[in-house]
T-cell receptor
């Protein structure tokens, strides 16, 4: 995770939007991913974006990619308490995934 | 079906024990992975198998021994572990990487085995 940076913590009120940011380093990455990890559980694939796209929307999730700045973000609309978890961005380096440091999202009522 | 299963869910072992972690998938994936995740850290890659052959070993100590008996199964044999090896061990699978780098190479993860070494 040393090459892929994320802010450590985000706290939002239920119903608001959450934006989780990620800065990656490998400009040749073809796919970038967002995974969600709930306490004591494995990683759940949330969404992905191909490197020739700027934006992808999937229900409450919107992914934005700025290739010039190597910046990836995940916006969660209408955040719910069930969205509380750690979110990891990841870039693919041939057959390896390089994970970000993870952002803990806490949703309060 | 995008399910990867792992057994056991929890494991406690002494430093002289021998145990094995198991992982199974039936998605037709021919690449399988072991990751180690310490608390509050991202997963770190340990091993990659592609077409049942070990393709990547990230300088993992020999007390961890992976095995891929067939295209659906992946094992991790543990022997003489240390307390610092206590972690969540995650298995993942995907279609093997190819030059095109397609989405089919997305990795799907199991729920993990939480290992405690005493």
């Amino acid at each position: 995770g040393e090459d892929v940076e994320q802010s450590l913590f985000l706290s939002v009120r239920e119903g608001d939007s959450s934006v989780i940011n990620c800065t990656y380093t490998d400009s040749s990455s073809t796919y970038l991913y967002w995974y969600k990890q709930e306490p004591g559980a494995g990683l759940q694939l949330l969404t992905y974006i191909f490197s020739n796209m700027d934006m992808k929307q999937d229900q409450r999730l919107t992914v934005l990619l700025n290739k010039k700045d190597k910046h990836l973000s995940l916006r969660i609309a209408d955040t719910q308490t069930g969205d509380s978890a750690i979110y990891f961005c990841a870039e693919r380096d041939t057959d390896k995934l390089i994970f970000g440091t993870g952002t803990r999202l806490q949703v309060f009522p | 079906d995008t399910e990867v299963t792992q057994t056991p869910k929890h494991l406690v072992m002494g430093m002289t024990n021998k145990k094995s972690l198991k992982c199974e998938q039936h998605m037709g994936h021919r690449a399988m992975y072991w990751y180690k995740q310490k608390a509050k850290k991202p997963p770190e890659l340990m091993f990659v198998y592609s077409y049942e052959k070990l393709s990547i070993n990230e300088s993992v100590p020999s007390r961890f021994s992976p095995e891929c008996p067939n295209s659906s199964l992946l094992n991790l044999h543990l022997h003489a572990l240390q307390p610092e090896d206590s972690a969540l061990y995650l298995c993942a699978s995907s279609h093997p990487p190819n030059l095109a780098g397609g989405f089919q190479e997305t990795q799907y993860f199991g729920p993990g085995t939480r290992l405690l070494v005493l």
